[in-house]
């Protein structure tokens, strides 16, 4: 198996676990997901139908689709972060007039490890194997001419 189906299966893997987890924590545990989480699924449910959809299809630029959908899911992530551990006030959070607090804590693993830490985690391994699968799958002549023109500079 080449590279590139590897990391391919690697993002699938971490976007099945990912999604069996926010189930897990809504409808196992009972955790009621702020507006930030909501946001958060919104960009992760899809990566797994696209996943499976873009590996089935062979799609080798599968990840013009999966990066813009994983990139405003990490972003969304690193300001949910930002307001878990209290670097951004809490005044200026969109859920803190209704709803479940964006700064509620349901799981505190080793002190540090939040859902959105782990959300954050989760677009990053994609984000990640993305851009692997990106390198992996240039065409030689791609890397030719991109030394070429770096030696004309």
């Known amino acids: 198996m080449d590279r590139g189906?590897?990391?391919?299966?690697?993002?699938?893997?971490?976007?099945?676990?990912?999604?069996l987890g926010s189930l897990f924590y809504s409808n196992v545990a009972n955790f009621a997901p702020?507006?930030?989480?909501?946001?958060?699924r919104i960009c992760m449910?899809?990566?797994?139908?696209?996943?499976?959809?873009?590996?089935?299809?062979?799609?080798?630029k599968i990840y013009w689709y999966v990066l813009p959908i994983a990139l405003?899911?990490?972003?969304?992530?690193?300001?949910?972060?930002?307001?878990?551990?209290?670097?951004?006030?809490?005044?200026?959070?969109?859920?803190s007039s209704t709803?479940?607090?964006?700064?509620?804590?349901?799981?505190?693993?080793?002190?540090f490890v939040t859902i959105p830490l782990l959300s954050f985690l989760a677009f990053s391994v994609i984000i990640i194997c993305m851009v692997l699968y990106w390198k992996f799958n240039q065409t030689p002549a791609m890397k030719v001419s991109k030394v070429s023109s770096k030696k004309k500079s």
């Open 5 to 19: 189906k590897i990391v391919l299966y690697v993002a699938l893997l971490q976007s099945v676990v990912a999604v």
């Open 34 to 40: 702020c507006i930030l989480c909501w946001y958060q």
């Open 45 to 60: 449910y899809p990566l797994l139908a696209i996943l499976v959809v873009g590996i089935l299809l062979k799609d080798k």
């Open 72 to 95: 405003v899911g990490w972003l969304i992530s690193i300001y949910h972060n930002l307001l878990q551990y209290k670097i951004i006030p809490e005044a200026i959070s969109p859920c």
């Open 99 to 111: 709803g479940t607090s964006c700064t509620t804590l349901y799981t505190n693993y080793f002190g």
